[in-house]
């Protein structure tokens, strides 16, 4: 419920900005449809996916393994909301790379800065995201896990507020108490940015961006995002099959 007010209140916030209005008029139907797709299959049957088939995967082969993990609440977060988040950043350095870029470029064809593209992606692409299959692991293993879905949420709800443009304004007190760590939605606007799409892979922190060299912080936003393809709605759903 909460990952779907913070969707549906971004989207307000967006709509009411008069460029952005502009923006969802002149938007193509290709591009409604592969984001609508995309919002109903990472939102919905992700979700499925992970408490009905890959959990019960994981029933039949680690039968004895259920709650073995006691695991204090501050820890189950921290796995979720700062573990996982770093095995997302390696996770999508590798859709970055040669071999599997082309089932990762979908996503950056967006050329706005909006909520609704936060799932535009080719469909086989969320089953490479670690969030799939990791997240159902440990949902199993640890024996309470209501705080890590708190991480997960968490997690999911700055994933929707990373793709908008609703931010705090730079030398204001938001800005600079979570810039230093957080990354903010200008930082992965970077990511998307024409000019230096290979920084800001982290989704939740900075700092694993810092470590290995890849982060790029800017108190301006970059002057034109995403890439231009000749492929037609049912190849970006299904490429590169």
């Known amino acids: ?83 996982v988040d770093y095995l997302y950043y390696w996770n999508h350095r590798l859709l970055h790379s040669r071999r599997f870029w082309r089932l990762h470029l979908v996503h950056h064809t967006m050329t706005e ?42 997690t999911s709800i700055l994933d929707l507020w990373r793709h908008s443009e609703i931010e705090p304004l730079p030398d204001t007190f938001l800005h600079r108490f979570l810039s230093p760590w957080l990354i903010l939605p200008r930082d992965h606007a970077w990511h998307h940015s024409r000019e230096s799409m290979g920084v800001n892979y982290g989704a939740n922190l900075k700092l694993w961006d810092r470590w290995h060299g890849t982060n790029y912080d800017s108190n301006t936003t970059p002057k034109a995002l995403g890439i231009t393809t000749n492929l037609t709605l049912f190849q970006k759903l299904m490429w590169p099959f």
Not at 20 to 25: M, P, V
Not at 58 to 72: A, K, T, V, W
Not at 144 to 151: K, L, P, Q
């Open 113 to 154: 800065r909006q909520v609704l593209g936060t799932s535009r992606n080719t469909l086989w692409t969320s089953f490479l995201i670690v969030y799939l299959w990791i997240h159902a692991l440990f949902i199993y293993l640890i024996q309470d896990a209501n705080i890590y879905i708190i991480g997960v949420t968490l």
């Open 1 to 83: 419920m909460a990952i779907f007010i913070t969707f549906v209140t971004l989207l307000i916030l967006t709509f009411a900005r008069t460029e952005q209005r502009a923006n969802f008029k002149a938007k193509s139907c290709q591009d409604w449809l592969l984001d609508a797709i995309g919002l109903c299959f990472q939102g919905i049957l992700i979700p499925v996916l992970q408490i009905i088939l890959i959990y019960q995967v994981y029933q039949h082969f680690l039968p004895e393994s259920r709650g073995i993990l006691n695991l204090h609440p501050l820890l189950a977060f921290g796995l979720s909301f700062v573990g």
